[in-house]
């Protein structure tokens, strides 16, 4: 019996990145069901720290300061190392769960110094009228992805995805959107759909890079072909 469904491939479009992002996630379900519970443990100290009533106590004020740490210097290094394994899930590669705590041993300080970067020029961007914060928040979308797979320095990860996104801004605004529609109706399948939402949309940006990705290398080798080409005779 002839196999109807189609396989399909990384797109750059919002409903292609989030088809392929669909696909993958359940070829590689129980990896990315791993990955998202180690995310979200690591994210539930700060969830407690926020909806504590108790802000004023000097052993709240502490604790706060711990979770500061915490968010500057670990947790970016588990979400990153997240970043990277969806990654691997969607080009098909080999997934090893401890990559995602490799970056404590290697590449640790160009995760913090990307996060801190990001963070402080997309937070500027707010400051002034939002809109600037939101087309920074667009364009730097990328940095988590090459500093884990290309292993950019901060300021070179800032800058490659600013040129990675050139004529895709609206494109990543509309997947943030569609984000947020994906989130709602996974409020609405109460907990469990919330966290098959929240893999979705990691696999769909994952997708999108790793469709820019094969069209830069594309264009790499088409241009490095061409100037090695001798003319025809």
């Known amino acids: 019996m002839e196999n109807t469904s189609k396989e399909r491939f990384p797109v750059i479009a919002i409903g292609g990145s989030y088809?392929?992002?669909w696909q993958q996630m359940w070829k590689h379900f129980l990896y990315l069901f791993l990955i998202g519970v180690i995310v979200a443990f690591a994210n539930s100290p700060m969830s407690i720290l926020q909806k504590s009533e108790y802000v004023d106590t000097p052993g709240m004020i502490a604790l706060q300061i711990l979770a500061a740490a915490?968010?500057?210097l670990l947790l970016p290094v588990l979400k990153y190392g997240g970043d990277l394994l969806y990654l691997r899930c969607m080009r098909n590669e080999k997934v090893e769960i401890r990559e995602m705590f490799d970056g404590f041993q290697n590449n640790y300080l160009n995760i913090i110094l990307a996060n801190l970067l990001t963070f402080a020029i997309i937070g500027l961007g707010f400051v002034f009228l939002i809109i600037p914060g939101i087309i920074l928040a667009c364009r730097l979308v990328f940095v988590p992805y090459l500093v884990m797979d290309k292993k950019l320095e901060p300021v070179a990860a800032v800058e490659k995805s600013w040129e990675m996104t050139r004529g895709h801004g609206w494109k990543?605004?509309?997947?943030?959107m569609l984000a947020i529609l994906v989130f709602i109706l996974g409020l609405l399948c109460l907990i469990v759909g919330v966290f098959f939402a929240l893999i979705w949309i990691s696999t769909a940006f994952a997708s999108m890079y790793h469709a820019i990705d094969l069209e830069d290398q594309k264009k790499l080798m088409?241009?490095?072909g061409g100037e090695h080409l001798a003319p025809e005779v």
Do not use: D, E, R
């Open 19 to 21: 088809g392929y992002g």
């Open 70 to 72: 915490y968010g500057l």
């Open 172 to 176: 990543i605004f509309g997947m943030a």
């Open 222 to 224: 088409n241009g490095n």
